[in-house]
């Protein structure tokens, strides 16, 4: 099953883009026929703003057994127009509080190299602030300080906790108990779906 990530999907679209890196970034996709800009920093793309310019890469012959799309829809008006796209859908919401979604982010540190993933509570480096992978140096990103993962909750409670209720209704959702060991979350996300 592949990953349909909207968020490689806009770095991507960004990085092929010839537009100045400073400016507002906008791209066209003809399959759908959406616009999208590309402008608020730390919140979510809005509505009016982004609605599905990487749908037309969902029905690519590698997606045939199907996809997980990671990062879209994050409001209602985003997941009522993925719905008029006739998409068979399963939603999983991974549950896990806020205190633990502020202790696994802020103790994040990334490679400045290989961009290797570590927690420096849950899963640290052999050597402090250094890459085992590479040797590189880690650091934390901007949007794992604190007053950044503040921020996302409280967009996250406004704009996007209501798509649960929205896929509960529409008998699409499952919820998995996030809190626990990555590779208990794993198991029961692959008997959710099982390989074809």
């Known amino acids: ?16 883009s010839s537009e100045p890196k400073d400016k507002p970034f906008q791209f066209s996709c003809q399959s759908v026929g959406f616009c999208s800009r590309i402008c608020n920093r730390y919140g979510f793309l809005r509505e009016h703003l982004f609605q599905l310019p990487f749908c037309g890469n969902l029905n690519l012959h590698d997606c045939k057994n199907g996809f997980i799309i990671d990062g879209f829809p994050r409001t209602i008006p985003q997941a009522e127009a993925f719905e008029k796209l006739g998409i068979e859908v399963k939603v999983v919401n991974f549950e896990v509080n806020n205190d633990l979604i502020i202790a696994r982010l802020s103790n994040r540190r990334v490679c400045k190299n290989c961009k290797q993933n ?10 402090e ?40 209704n529409l008998n699409k ?6 809190a626990r060991d990555s590779q208990e979350v794993l198991v029961d996300f692959r008997k959710l779906f099982p390989a074809k």
Not at 118 to 127: A, D, G, L, Q
Not at 173 to 178: G, K
């Open 118 to 127: 570590y927690n420096v509570k849950f899963m640290p480096p052999k050597v």
């Open 129 to 168: 602030g250094v890459c085992d992978k590479c040797g590189g140096e880690l650091f934390t990103r901007e949007d794992d300080k604190l007053e950044s993962i503040t921020h996302r909750l409280e967009v996250y409670r406004k704009e996007t906790e209501p798509l649960i209720d929205f896929y509960r």
């Open 1 to 16: 099953m592949n990953l349909a990530s909207l968020q490689n999907f806009l770095k991507s679209a960004v990085q092929e």
């Open 173 to 178: 959702m499952t919820d998995i108990d996030s």
